[in-house]
Each structure stands twice: as structure tokens, then as C-alpha cells.
């Protein structure tokens, strides 16, 4: 057969598919097990509904500990003219639960009557006196739990379909069941592929790839109710591949072949379903995810097919089709609603151009600054898993839209509870890998911090828009030597500002261990002629970097590579250290991570730039309390190049405060 | 010592209880375990932040199947004016995700060169032609996955208290990790005592009480992420109880003692747990649950102690002092947040008093009826499982408050996500047996049935107030025989109402088997002196009833029992078979389903009234057309007492459609 890879309509997709499927038999419950009542079958779907045994309570029970009476022979009492009724033959004490007498049908509280003797004084037999006087009449079926208050026998507890809570279990064995009939798990087979991966914990040599798409999608499978089973590696050859598939066909009820699912030459997902049953579908118009299969294969020891999907390999596309693949299958097979994410409407913060003819799914962050809830487009590509370990939601872009302006309300599938949205701190500006520290301690104080590395003065841009609580910024102002403020009244002349400041640090230039060209200056650079790589525009390192340029008469087109940027200090470490380039400017911390050597040139401070009306949030209090903690500042004075002597110092406009 | 019961404020409870366990270590992470990077670590919280090991990609790797290239090289080639680059020396082959060479800094697409020969030929070897022409340039990084493009090694990916999903453990693999260290599970035991209390599964008498506590407490403790751990039932002796609560104390870190925690005489808690360690609070001002006991007990094998809750009897006390205590000191020892739900403003539907002095968790009913979300109260006591079972939500009334006017806006805490309670479809009014049948079919389309049971006429006034979506109702107009129209013309006189018939059922007197009293028609209820049960004013058995004994020339005082008011026919059943009555009138298949006699007498109709609004709405469309489906139909025509012949039927106020 001819691969192609045609991509069509997610709908349509998704239409053949579950045609095929229904086809089969096999767009239904799988089967119904019964399991026992115990704590384990919370989380499990009923197949089936349940309907009261017995009632509850299944008799007339007590509802206080007291006096059993016939509610009519305390007619009359009164606070001033007491009433006695004889114990044994007008009343009968119960404690709460204890079924009602026959005779009886009110309780009175023990608290409210006196236990008398046949005289009339107190009775010391308080639970069994010569008879109870009481001030107060009762009315009929006071006090007393009637026999089916919770559930008559027959009525409908539960219905089939839902997913027992922990509570259910209690209203299932409350009306008289000792098990309860459950939909089947469904029994998913995750099956890696390609020569290039190596297995959690194997060396790793240039090109290789940990494989880690089928722990992901078995954790998924698990997640929702199935049972993900993870196969070793299989190697890039169809008879391999063709041989997994055909053991998995035994005994599974869904196949996920993770990867190989696209056109290339080494791409076999589809030759392999076609030579064992059929593929329905190559190409779904969605991104990340398109080069998804949908097919059958027949299954190996018997009658029937096993539905198989073709999962692409890139991380964010495998976990993307887990979602909107794997999920409402599962979800049918166990008979419960699909799972639908809470939806929160949100303020796109910038454009976002999508695909013409493809239903985007976009990462975004998410945060909640003033009144406004934000959706920021975590830029990446479908390689990037930590796209999707940050992101608070999915914003889909539906094809044809071609995406949406800024400022655009768009409704934002999310990860997260709203409370956690609520608490999330949403800085911008720039980077500092301090700010990896302040997330991990903000954590332990109910906060959770997100930031966008966009450069200092983006991010004092961003916070003119509204776009963040503060901005992370180490503008130097090259006339005093002061840092921020020049900036801030530049571009925040009508917003009150607070600096606090986070810590002063070193720049310098970041070079390969032993420094093999012997940099010690930016002088250096170009005699040298050293492939540099430069920080974005806008980034506090670059305009440091131009400044200190001037001040040495060099200029920008000297420098080789000025014009390659990099959006963080780790990355230009990190290009320094794969030999993409001989040395870029950046804190000495970065360079240590990448066991690099590092040429100190500046001091500089690092502030955060804080809306005055944020600093006093309930929601940044933690945040400014941190700057003042000991714990927190011994942390970061053991980062390398790092001071922290002014960690905390607060300015206004008008000085320190 | 003596056992007091004094009940203090929730929060000063809760701070009582945590200073003691932090001076005792035990607000803080329990332990440390370090466990291997699988599909179980899903729903684990980390101990410890996970830094990157590795950078990923760890090498530049080809990001398209294509030819790598020095971007410089490709300068200047056009459309019209091709460059050749060499193969072996300019270019090379590479497939997505192979390493880069050294020497190149781009990738061009396969699908933009042309495999050429050294003649300028087209070369039949596609991967390795002499070499390609291309008709672009490129740019340096161009289709290129940059080393650490999605982590670099050292950077933060998770920081400790976060709690792993699916596509975190790939970001945690993909970084160089092969374990995670994770807070420990807390194991806690839970402890039912009571002697009144039979195992699931054991026969039960009078008196008897199934225990099903301990099945939701450890089903809540391990949906928390802790470790529950069942106890045999300990029968309600001092002796027996401290020996149970002893062995806990070795190898537990949290001990739920499952009622006898009031202040009854045999409510031994207290006393065990004063005699083993120390009662820090008895009673804390919260409805359910104020007689909950929270104490230490000293560890039974060693040092230290053991945290010990005292949990109230009552099932809805027991569920919510484990959402209410046990919860927060769980997500303490895995060092998460404690969880916080989904919150949704509401609009009471009607007065709720509660006590002057606690907070109360109401349990309410949430739907979205038009624009409006509404909360319905489900005013039930604590011994109701089902209330917890059909709450939507928690409604918090809060100490001092005394509770809230009909139309207050108040938060309510969700069960179900705000997708379920959209596709909720909220009923009022009378009550019949196929609602239940009804609920259980909508679920399988994907809507949820929530029904108040009001009766007939005070539906009526509920669908006035825009308060559901529709009325079940079988009011009788004693004039013509017609069913609703007058009622609703009364009671809705400006509303568009559409008429959808449900069944028509038949009405009579249910007796005790045999019928005893030889009951066959409402005069016998005065000769014979038979003890009645009525329905509540306002529902359409009532008016009927009422009808009839005019029609028979009889009176309410002549009827024993006229004001003893049941709100179901189930509940005017469940009292005949408990004794509480001789007779009650109600349909058929109430009197069958608790084994009763039934006397028929009339035939009725039990219409939907639906606001025409709402008809055409997606939300009711599944009802409407359920009402037309051959299997509900012939499901509802197997119910004893019911015709089905004019279900579906269409009415508006002009006749039948």
C-alpha cells in the first residue's frame, strides 16, 4: 500500500473513527464486572444502577437519647402544670439508633425530663426511674429517624454511569449491598518505537532520545480509569514493529503506537496497521498532533479488531492526542461523560497567529492581575515537554480563525483549579535564576509564581499594559550609574512604583573551560574573533553589553554573532557549552551550572519592579515577606556570584524607603 | 477525668490541633521516599524541587528530516538562480532529531532541495545525491532543536509540593532523572467501635446499624493521597476500645476513632483517648459533626505521639470532619495545598435559618436555570448519607450569620465541575417513581436529572420564581377532569407553558398486606377507623384525595391522621410497611415496591410542565426526545400501575400539538 498523510477535520476524524468503532461493537461499555464494596472501588464507573435494597434506616430509629413516648399522652404539659408518664408502661428509655418501640412514636431528650420516684422527688435511676416528668408536650414522630428517612427500598440511588465518590460507597452499603457492578478497566497497550530511543536510565549519546512519550501516556491511561501497559522499546523495523503490534492484538483493548506515525521513510506505524487490518484515518487537522493513524487491526488469537491509534512522537503531540484521542474512548468504554476541563475566559496578552487550516491547541499561562484574568501563549514547539508541565490551560484556536488579536477573549481549557489561578504571581522582565528559588519557597507559602523571560524592558512594557504583578529588571542607566528608574519613568511615568531589590550580582562573559582564547575583555571579542552570542533586545545584559561596548569604542558590527540572541543566561551558557558559540555575556551563576569558566567585567542590581497597588496584595504579601526571610537569602548567598546584601531594600520614587 | 463537650470555633479547633502537632514535628513532610520514575508516580507530591541533570535536547538535534547545512553557504540562492551545495562536504542527510554535525547550524527541508547528480541531473539517490540544489537560503538555527531548547541542565522543572500528572514525569525523564523523591503516604487508621454496628455483608435486625463509615473515611483518606487502613468493628466497651486505639499507635500516623465521641454514657472516645494521651478539643462549633474529638495518644512501641480524631457517628458528620480535618493535616504531611474547590456564586432559593453559633455545611442542589445559578438546600440531617450523595455542593453559612433570605447570593464549594452542573437539568414538583427511570436514561445522554420532591402546586410556584426547568404535576381540575391547565393558568398565568405528558398512572390506597382492615374505599377509612397518612398540602395525591372525600361527603377531622404529612409516595408507603399507618393514598407501584396491598380507585395523568422557553432549549432536548424513545417507554410500561400510551403527548394552552 501507498502511505499518505492526508490531514482532514478533527470532527471528521473522530466520526470515522467512532463509526468504525460502533461498527464493531465496540463504542460501549467493554464489560461489567462485579467487585466488592470496599474503598477501592471509588473511582470506578458503574455499569449499572443502583437501586435500594433495604431501606434507611430499615426501622423507626431514635434520633436522641431519651424517652421513647406516644406523642399524645404528653399533650398538656406545661412548664408551670409538669406531666408524669410511668416508665415500662408509658415510656421506655432509648439511646440514639436503638429502634423505636412499637407502642411508641416520639422521643423525648434526656435533657429535657426529670427522672422521679413515685413520690415526685429526683430519682437517682436516671436512665430507668419510677417515671420521667416532663414540662413540654411532643408531637408525633419527633426525634425519632423514620424507617426510609435516607433511602426506601427500590428507589434509585445512583445511576449507572457515574463514578462512585467516596461517599456513594457509603450510600451503597447503607441500603443493603455488599458489591456493586462496575464497568471493566480497559486494558491499553503503549508500545514505543524508534532505533533512537533509549529506555529511562540508559547512557544517552548524541542522538538518542530518553523515551518517555509511554510513561506519559500510560500515566494518562491510568488517570482516566484505564490500565496503561507499557511494552519495551521496539527497534525501527517493520517485522519488529508488525510483531509487537500483533502481540499486543491478544490481549488489549486499545493499542497506542507511539511514533513512526508520519510520512518519513522510517516512518512504518501505517504500513504496519494496514498489513494487519485497516487505517481509517492519517492526518487530523490539528497542531501539535497532526500525523495522528486512527485504524483497526484484527485481533491475533480471534474474532474481532482491536482499535489502534498511531501516536506522533513529538512529547507535547503524543500527550495532546492521549486527550483528545485516548480520553473519550476510555471515557465511553467506561460508560461515564468525558471529562470536561473547567473553562475560564481570558484576555489573550498578545497576538497569536494560528494555522489556517488546522485546530490549534495553544499552551498558555495563566494568571489573574487586578480584575483581569490573562492568557500568555507559551510559545514553543511540540518538543518542548516543560510547555506543558507550565501550562495553566489550553487555549484552542479553532482552523480557519487564523488565531486572535491581543486584548482577544478566548476561552481557556485549564489544568489547574481556579483557586490555584487565584494564587499564582505573574512576573515578566528578566531572567534570573534566583527566580527559580523564589518559586520553589513561594510554593511552601501558597503562591505560585510564573514567569515570562521576555528581557527587563518588555517586561516594564508588559507591566504598563497591565500584563503582570512585577517585572524582573537590572536596567542600568549609563549617566549615574543607578539602576531601573530611569526606565520606569521612561516607560511607567503614570503608575506608582515599588522596587525591591533581590540581589546584586556578577556579569561577565561566559566562556568554554579554560577559556581557550584567552577573553579577558570585550576588547578581546574582536581581536580574537570570537563567535559570540549576544541577549535579545531589550534584555538588562544587553544593554549592559552595548553600554560597556561604547565605552570601549567597539561596535556591534565587530562582534561576530552580535546579532544571534538568546532569550536567558542558561542559554547562552548552554550555546557556549555545545560549541555553538565561543563566549557570551551572563551571570556567573549560569556559567557554574554548565561547569563553565566565567570572566567577571560588572556588579550589577537586580530589582523587582512592583506596582505599588500589587505590593500591598494579599496575594504578593508572601512574596515581600520572603525578601525579608533568612532561610531564603542564605539559599541564594550560596549560589555563585550572587550578593545579597541589599536582598529587600525598598524604594519609591522618592528614595529608599 | 470528666468528659466535657464545649464546643469553640472552627478555627481556634484547628489551631489547637495544629500548634500541637507542630510542637510535636508533625506539621511537616513525614518522610522522604524515593521512588523509581513510573507510571505510578502519577498523583505523588514532590519532596524535594526536581533541577534538570541534563539539558534536552542534550545535543543540537535536527528538528525536520532534510539536509544539514552552514547557513552562510545557502546565501544568495534564488528561485531562478539554484546553488548546488556538495554532499559529503556542504551537506548531509539527517532525519528529525539526529544529531547535528559540528560543522553545520541549519537544516533545509527534503521537500525544498533537489537530489542532483554532478551533471546537474536529477540524482536517484534522494538521501545521498552527489549533492542538492536549493532554490532559498536559510538562516543560522533554522529547523534546528537547540541543545536545552526545552530544559537546561540546572534549571528549576518542578518544584517541591507539586503534585505529578501524566506529562510531568516526562519532563522529569526527559531531564535525566530516573527516580523521584516524594513525600511519604500518611497511613491512617480508621476505627469503627459501636456494638449496634454489623460489618457489609452481615445480617441485620432492629437496631442494627451497617457500618460504612470507615468505608468512606479510608476511600477519603487514600483519594488524599494517604494510606487508609480499615479496623475490625470494636464493640462498645472501654477496655476493648483502648486495646483497638493501642495497636493503632505503633505503625499509624493519624488515627480516626469513628464515633462514641459525644458525651453519651457510652460514648467511651474521650476517655480512651484521655487515658492514652491528651484530649486537646471536645466539640467544635460546626454542623454536622460538633462533637468531634481532636487529641494525641502517645506511640504505643516508642516516642513520639500519635495524632487521634475522634470522628462523630453520623455519616454526613463523619464525611465532613474528614473533609474538614483530616484533609488539611494530610495535605500538610505531603507538603501540598490543602485542596480547594471549585467555588460558584449561587442564589439560595428559599430562607435558610441555621444555628446562631456554627458554621453549618448545608448541602445544596445547584443548577443553572436561564441566567440564574441557583442553590436549593437539601434539608436533611446528618444521618442522611444521600444528601452528601445528590449535593452538587457546600453552601458554608457561617457562625453569627444565622443563615440567609430567599434570592442571597452565596459561594457554594462543588462536588462536580462546572460542565456537570451546565448540563444539569433541575425538576420540581411532584414526585413519581419513573423520574428516577428518567434520571437513569438522561444519564446516558449526557444530562443529569437533579429532582425536588415538593409537590404538585408548589412546583408550580417554583417554575413562577424561574426556579427549574420544569414541574412534574397532576393536578386535578375537579370541574372538567382536566389536568394542570387551570392550575397553571392560576399559578403562571404570564408564562409560555408547554404540556409534555409523562404516564398516566393509578392512584389508590395502599394498605398492609392482606389488607387487614378490609379497606376498599375512602368511607371505610371512617368506619373502620383506620389511622392515615396524607401527602403534604399542594401535592396533586392531596388534591386529589381531598376531591374524593368531598365527593364521598366526608371531612379532614373525620380521616385519624389527616395532618400526618409524607412528601413521596415511597414515604407514604415506607410508613404503612413500618407500622406508622393503616393506609395512605399513593400510586401502585410504591404500594408493590415495599411488598404492599394496594386498593385501586382512580386513574390520573402526570404531565411535565415545561416553560416553553426552556423546551426548545439543548439542555432539555435529550428529555424531550427520551419522551419519544421505545426503550424508556417500554421500560416505564413494565412499572406496575403505569400506561404509557399518552407519553410524549404535546400540549399547549390552545390543545394538543
Redesign the interface.
Known sequence: MSVYLHDIPLDQAKSVFQDALRNANLWQILAVEEIP???????RTLAE?VWAKM???????S?M?GFAVRAFETNGALLTAPKTLVYGEQTTYV?????LP?WA?AVIQIEKTEPVTAAGELDENV?QPYGIRIREGTT??KHV??????????????????TL???????V??C?H?SVRVSKKPCVAVLPTGS?LKA??EP?A??D??E??S??????V??WGGD?I?FPITADRFAAIQETVRRAAVDHDLILLNAGSSA???DFSAHVIASLGTVLVHGVAVRPGHPVILGLVDRTDGEGVVPIIGVP?Y?VSA?LT?EIFVEPILARWLGR?PY????IEAELTRKHVSPLGDDEYARVAVGRVGDRVLAAPIA??A????S??RADGLAVFPAGSQGQPAGAKIPVRL?R????IDCTIFAIGSHD?TL??L??FL??R?RRLTSANVGSLAGLVALRRGEAHFAGSHLLDPDDGSYNWRYIERYLPETPITLMTLVGREQGLIVPPGNPKGIHSLSDLVSQDVLYVNRQRGAGTRVLFDYHLGQAELTAEQITGYE?EEF?H??V???V????AECGMGIMAAAR??ELDFVPLFQERYDLVIPTEHLNSDLLRPLVDLLQDGDFRADVGRLPGYDVSLMGMIQTKNGIV
Open positions: 464494596l470496599d474503598e477501592h472501588a471509588v473511582g444502577p431501606s434507611a434506616p430499615h426501622y423507626h430509629a434520633a437519647d439511646d440514639t439508633g436503638d429502634p412499637e412514636n436512665r408525633p414522630w429517624r423514620a424507617m426510609g428517612e435516607d433511602m426506601v427500598a427500590t428507589q434509585l440511588v445512583l445511576p449507572a454511569g457515574h465518590r467516596p461517599f456513594d460507597l457509603g450510600a452499603a447503607g443493603g455488599v533512537e529511562i536510565g544517552v548524541a542522538g532520545i530518553i518517555y512519550n510513561l506519559v501516556l500510560a500515566g494518562q491510568n488517570e496503561g507499557r518519513g521513510a522510517e512522537g512529547p500527550a492521549g461523560r470536561e476541563p473547567e473553562t514553543r514547539g518538543g518542548v515537554i516543560t506543558l508541565v489544568y483549579t481556579t483557586a490555584e535564576m527559580d528559588l518559586a520553589q510554593t511552601g501558597g544571534r536567558t542558561l542559554a551558557a548552554a550555546a557549552a555545545g560549541g555553538r551550572a554548565l
